[in-house]
C-alpha cells in the first residue's frame, strides 16, 4: 500500500487524573525523523513515543506535540481539623469571661493554629496504569496519523499509475517513429550528397552503408525494452506492502537516463517532440514519488 509522506493525528485521553492530547503531524524527509516536545515531568516516557511511531513510519520527519493537564479533583484536598478549632473557641471565651479580655477569634487568628488545616495529597496513578493508557493515547494518535497517509498515497499512487500509462503510449508512438527515423535520414543524406555532387547518379553502395551505420547508432531497441521493464516494475513497487518511495525514486531515475538515450540517438523532429514529452511527464511523476513514503 503506498502512503504519503504527510499527514496529521490526534488522539486524547483522561486517566488517573490526567488528561493528555497528543498531536502528530508528519511532512516530507529523506529518512525517518521523529521530534517530540512534551512536559518535562513525562520524559520518560519519550523513548517509548518514538519507538511507537518509529514501527510504523519507516520516513518523514515527524513532530509529536504533548499536552497534559492534571484535572482538579486529582490536586488533592485540604481538611479542616474542626474539633481543634472548636477547641480553641471554647479556650477564648473562657479567657474573655475569666480575664475580661474583649474581642473575638477571626479568620486569620484560626489560620495561625498549628495542624489546624491538613492537606491530603490525591492517591499516586499507578505506574502500570498510566503507561498502559498513555501507549493506548500514541497508538490511536499514530493511527490516525496513518490513515492520512494512506488516503493521501492512494491518490498519489494512482496518479503515478496513470502517468505511467502516458509514458507507454508516448513509449509506443517513439518505437513506431524510430524506423521511419532512419527512412527519412536515407531520404536526406541522398538528397543532401546530390546536391553536392550535382550528379543525378551517385555510389549506391557508399549511401547504403552510411545509412546502415546511422541505423545501427540511431537504434533504441534496448531503451525502449528496458524502458517497458522499468514500467512494469512501477506497476509492481506501486503494489507493494512495503514503502517503496526510495525505490520509486531511483526507478524514475533510471526511465529518465534511457529517455535522455533516446533523445541523445534521435536525430529525428518527431522522436526529439515524443522525448520532451516523456521527460515532462516523468518530472511530474518525480515531484509526486517525493512524497511517497
Known amino acids: 500500500m503506498v502512503r504519503s509522506m504527510t499527514g496529521f493525528g ?9 488528561a493528555v492530547q497528543i498531536d502528530i503531524k508528519s511532512v516530507n524527509h529523506r529518512y525517518c525523523e521523529v521530534q517530540v516536545r512534551m512536559p518535562r515531568e513525562w520524559l520518560k516516557y519519550e523513548d517509548l ?10 520516513r518523514g520527519r515527524v513532530d509529536v506535540f ?9 490536586v488533592g484536598t485540604m481538611e479542616l481539623n474542626w474539633p481543634l478549632a472548636e477547641s480553641y473557641r471554647l479556650a477564648a471565651e ?5 480575664l475580661g479580655a474583649e474581642g473575638a477569634m ?16 490525591a492517591a499516586q496513578a499507578e505506574e502500570e496504569v498510566i503507561e498502559r493508557e498513555w501507549t493506548a493515547c500514541i497508538t490511536d494518535a499514530v493511527s490516525q496519523l496513518l490513515l492520512m497517509r494512506e488516503s493521501e498515497g492512494s491518490h498519489l499512487g494512482e496518479d503515478t499509475r496513470q502517468r505511467v500509462k502516458t509514458l507507454e503510449a508516448l513509449l509506443e508512438q517513439a518505437k513506431r ?7 527519412d535520414y536515407a531520404e536526406k543524406l541522398r538528397s543532401r550528397i546530390q546536391e553536392l555532387l550535382q550528379q543525378p547518379v551517385m555510389d549506391e553502395v557508399r549511401l547504403a552503408t552510411e545509412v546502415a551505420v546511422f541505423a545501427d547508432r540511431a537504434n533504441v531497441e534496448e531503451e525502449i525494452t528496458r524502458l517497458q521493464s522499468h514500467f512494469q516494475q512501477c506497476r509492481q513497487l506501486l503494489s507493494s506492502p512495503e514503502p517503496v518511495g526510495r525505490k520509486l525514486d531511483f526507478l524514475v531515475q533510471e526511465m529518465n537516463r534511457e529517455v535522455n538515450t533516446i533523445g541523445s540517438k534521435a536525430n529525428h523532429a518527431g522522436l526529439t517532440a515524443l522525448v520532451v514529452e516523456m521527460k515532462a511527464e516523468l518530472e511530474k511523476m518525480r515531484e509526486q514519488i517525493q512524497n511517497i513514503e
Open 10 to 18: 490526534q488522539a486524547s485521553r483522561s486517566f488517573e487524573g490526567y
Open 49 to 58: 513515543l518514538k519507538r511507537m511511531v518509529q514501527q510504523e513510519i519507516k
Open 106 to 121: 477571626t479568620v486569620q487568628d484560626y489560620l495561625q493554629i498549628p495542624e489546624l488545616i491538613t492537606f491530603r495529597k
Open 66 to 74: 504533548v499536552t497534559v493537564e492534571r484535572q482538579a479533583d486529582a
Open 177 to 183: 517513429l524510430s524506423p521511419q527515423a532512419v527512412q
Open 94 to 98: 473562657q479567657l474573655r469571661e475569666r
